[in-house]
């Protein structure tokens, strides 16, 4: 049986749900997947780094206790030391789940570009590297005759980047509107219930849904981040992030939101890439009061969803879940099983 | 470039579309496909058969006038003779499109042995075969290297079968439920609105929704071929199509629709399949009333939609058109593409 040997780059969340994904259930996933999964290197901030060739015990290091670290283990340092451990691990595919600046796309970006030079597939839910350097990293894979797979960096797991790609193959999509941020989403909901802002966004991050800064939920740019990398890879043209036109919405009230739920409008903040009669292709991030029938309408709570104008099917929409830990793992496990079906190694 | 000739069994409406693609988009889709389509055999009720293996003129054949047929040309023939063309056409890919009787599936069924046998793909919207034999279909295709291929069987369009066996790969479906009928969803809504239940069918029938007997859509056994179908080919479990409970929409009561809607319920349509604990595996169809917060509850008018239950990924929703000649036409190019993929000829 085919065998893909992982390096875990960054375990935090999500790295570790796949990382208890391959624990629990890889025989499962080898009888339906027809291949096999390893981990031969991890590195994390707090644990440092740890490379194991022959394969690392995952129940082992996920039931390490808070405070221990890699160090005095075969193979471990106390050190991450990132760069080198995507060079010198034998992985066939590094899997890029550091903390990331999404401004600087770093350190994420500079993992990305060192693992595909050093003949490497990528996968990574960040969206920084793909909404700064999209296109120059797929050359860079294409170069090495590698890939560079990043479904999960627009709506976590749940298909879009892909979804595009096979099941619309051969459609002309005029354009691609989605609810890419379940943060705002959630708030925008709340507001309707009567909570004030400041309210709905504690409640928010109660649940867990909000970081404990929300700008970057709220204002719109996480969701702008997302808007150019539909730009790239769905249109096929590039769009520079500051480039995007955002309104995020913090300037809605309650009282707007309830009024248009009166007429049977709902406030959605969505994020559109539309395609021009003459060509040009446009982007904006925005809220919208969006009639009863529109599709992206009745998506509430922290749901993500897109949907897409085509010239053969109309509209077609997709939604599912938009974060969350073991969703987002599947989103990386989605992107390796893509490298599979695509050849592997 | 790959080049795969066609033999079009049925000429209606939905091959029409498809031949009209072929004739209009080919640059375009040879662009973006990497492939080409020729069309080297077409057989029709009305206009006879057709086999000119330097590929068809699809722009002389869309013209012809009504009341005119193949006989007469190159290759023409007064009488369809299916069986025939489907045998001696050098076609790779067989377009099943012909009439067929749902209950029994012919005469797609033996088209679609007779063209695996004669070693062609086959690629068909006709629900009969499918959820009828599908495993025998499935069987003989692998037995001759060939593929038979049914993306349009289920939900027109929309992706659903490949999205389940794709897009979700790796995921275990607990279950899968959908709004899989648009004129059932269709006469749902006017009942919401007013109207009588003989009144919406009616109106359904007037915007060509609805057939003169409305009997399968409205009695639900059009929804039943359709989650055998999901069945067998998404759960992995044949249920005899006979099997599956069944309850159309004819019971409800404009009244019954409006005082669910007065609680926040929206009347639905619902094929189901459903693994429980046990592994055991159930299917059924029958309406339901939806809380607003189901993900079906806001798909409206015509649209089709299914609902995946998943275990790593939570619930996942596709919606699109469930009909229409463009769109079911579009259904057929994108089982030629999922055979390209596969490895073509």
Redesign the interface.
């Known amino acids: 049986m085919r065998c893909y040997d992982l390096a875990l780059i960054g375990f935090g969340g999500v790295a570790r749900a796949l990382a208890e994904?391959i624990r629990d259930d890889s025989a499962?996933?080898e009888a339906?997947?027809g291949f096999s999964l390893r981990v031969v290197a991890i590195t994390d901030l707090n644990l440092g780094s740890l490379l194991q060739p022959e394969g690392i015990d995952l129940a082992e290091v996920l039931a390490m206790p808070r405070g221990a670290n890699f160090s005095g283990m075969p193979g471990g340092d106390r050190d991450a030391d990132n760069e080198r451990v995507i060079r010198e691990s034998a992985a066939d595919i590094v899997v890029e789940a550091t903390f990331t600046n999404p401004a600087t796309g770093e350190p994420a970006l500079s993992h990305v570009r060192s693992a595909l030079q050093s003949g490497k597939h990528v996968v990574t839910t960040n969206k920084g590297p793909v909404a700064l350097a999209g296109a120059e990293l797929a050359e860079l894979a294409g170069v090495h005759g590698r890939r560079f797979e990043f479904e999960g960096a627009v709506m976590s797991?749940?298909?879009v980047i892909?979804?595009a790609q096979?099941?619309?193959?051969?459609?002309?999509i005029a354009s691609v509107t989605g609810i890419l941020n379940g943060t705002s989403n959630y708030i925008l909901g709340r507001l309707g219930d009567g909570l004030a802002l400041q309210e709905a966004i504690g409640e928010a991050q109660a649940l867990g849904y909000a970081e404990a800064d929300p700008t970057a939920d709220i204002g719109g740019s996480d969701v702008r981040l997302k808007v150019a990398i539909l730009a790239e890879q769905v249109m096929g043209v590039r769009i520079p992030v500051e480039q995007i036109p955002t309104t995020g919405i913090t300037e809605i009230t309650g009282a707007e939101v309830t009024a248009a739920a009166a007429e049977g409008k709902r406030w959605k903040l969505l994020g559109t890439v539309e395609r021009h009669e003459d060509g040009t292709v446009e982007a904006r991030v925005a809220p919208v009061a969006l009639g009863?029938?529109h599709?992206l309408?009745?998506?509430?709570?922290a749901?993500n969803a897109v949907t897409f104008d085509t010239d053969?099917?109309?509209?077609?929409?997709?939604?599912?879940?938009g974060a969350?830990r073991?969703?987002t793992?599947?989103a990386l496990?989605?992107d390796i099983?893509a490298i599979d079906?695509a050849g592997g190694r």
């Open positions: 994904l499962r996933l339906t997947l797991g749940t298909p892909r979804f096979t099941q619309l193959a051969g459609t002309r009863e029938e599709p309408a009745g998506v509430s709570g749901t053969l099917l109309g509209q077609v929409t997709v939604s599912g879940p969350g073991v969703e793992a599947y496990l989605s099983i079906r």
